[in-house]
Each structure stands twice: as C-alpha cells, then as structure tokens.
Nanobody, 123 residues
Framework: VQLQASGGGLVQAGGSLRLSCQVS????????VAWFRQAPEKERDFVTA???????YYADSVKDRFTVSRDNARNTVFLQMNNLKPEDTAVYYC??????????????????WGQGTQVTVSS
C-alpha cells in the first residue's frame, strides 16, 4: 500500500488549498483514510478522516473550514481547506488503516502513511 500526498503550498490567510492523497494497493471502499498535520516542534495531530462508509470526522479546530471527500474511481482522497489561518501551517500527512470507530482519531491506528506535503499560511 502506498499513499502519495500532494497539493501543498504557500497561501495567504483567508485563502484556500486542496490536498490530494492518491492511494494505491488498497481500495477506499474498505478501511479509513485520515489526514494528520505536524507543525514545527509540535506533535502530529489529527485533522480529519473519512471511513469506508463515507462518515467524516473533523478536529474542532478545522470544523466548518475543511472538508474531506473521496473519489473511489480514482482511489483518491481530497482535503479542501478554506479560510486558512497561520496556525494551519504544518506538514500534512495522509494515512490509511482500519481503526475501530473509537480509534478513528488516533495516529497509531493507521498502518500506512504518505510522505507529507507542506502547507504554509502567511498572515
């Protein structure tokens, strides 16, 4: 299983970016794909996840600004990020796994990780 994250970049506060996570070797119709992020000198934090049944989960800090979606035909998960803030600056990672419902937000529940893509939001 391989995950390839892309779409990061530099954007001004209030702007938007869309990240993509291309998944190979695994169907999106099973398991869960999540996004985590890690800011400099901070731990990696949960951002959002989409489970096999389409249910979506969000961190409180991104709710109403970020939207996760997927294209099963392209085996790709997207993260649409709107109204970006400087505190959203981080390396964003996509991950795949089979967490039970209560562990959806837990980093250790995910077996496969992409390489990360840098998102920088200027004030």
């Amino acid at each position: 299983v391989q995950l390839q994250a892309s779409g990061g970049g530099l954007v001004q506060a209030g702007g938007s970016l869309r990240l993509s996570c291309q998944v190979s070797g695994r169907t999106l119709r099973s398991g869960t794909v999540a996004w985590f992020r890690q800011a400099p000198e901070k731990e990696r934090d949960f951002v959002t996840a989409i489970r096999y049944n389409g249910y979506e989960y969000y961190a409180d800090s991104v709710k109403d600004r970020f939207t996760v979606s997927r294209d099963n035909a392209r085996n790709t998960v997207f993260l649409q990020m709107n109204n970006l803030k400087p505190e959203d600056t981080a390396v964003y990672y996509c991950a795949a796994g089979n967490p039970i419902l209560s562990q959806t937000r837990v980093e250790s529940s995910y077996n496969y990780w992409g390489q990360g893509t840098q998102v920088t939001v200027s004030s």
